[in-house]
Nanobody, 125 residues
Framework: VQLQASGGGLAQAGGSLRLSCAIS????????MGWFRQAPGREREFVAT????????YYADSVKGRFTISRDNAKTTLYLQMNSLKTEDTAVYYC???????????????????WGQGTLVTVSS
């Protein structure tokens, strides 16, 4: 399976962006998918995750109430709607998928086995 992230770009503080992650390749059973981000000079951090069969959504405290993770019904695309953007949201955003992980560990990058290439989000003041 391959993951292709897109939708990054330049936004002003208070603005919005929508990231997409296209899923392609051989049949793949994902337990959950998520978004992570990595700012310059910082470690990769958890943003949000969604149980692929539906229902469970989890967010980092830093984005709760501003970001929304979702997927399409065909389960071919993962989304991250980002509203009320802040300058501290500037980072490269990565989508990731887990076929064997435990949902309770979904905030850890180690729970994911497949990663997209990342898309840059820059928020200006």
């Amino acid at each position: 399976v391959q993951l292709q992230a897109s939708g990054g770009g330049l936004a002003q503080a208070g603005g919005s962006l929508r990231l997409s992650c296209a899923i392609s390749g051989r049949s793949y059973n994902s337990r959950f998918m998520g978004w992570f981000r990595q700012a310059p000079g910082r470690e990769r951090e958890f943003v949000a995750t969604i149980k692929w069969s539906g229902g469970n959504l989890y967010y980092a405290d830093s984005v709760k109430g501003r970001f929304t993770i979702s997927r399409d019904n065909a389960k071919t695309t993962l989304y991250l709607q980002m509203n009320s953007l802040k300058t501290e949201d500037t980072a490269v955003y990565y989508c990731a998928s887990s076929a064997r992980g435990i949902l309770s560990s979904a905030s850890s990058s180690g729970a994911y086995d497949t990663w997209g290439q990342g898309t840059l989000v820059t928020v200006s003041s």
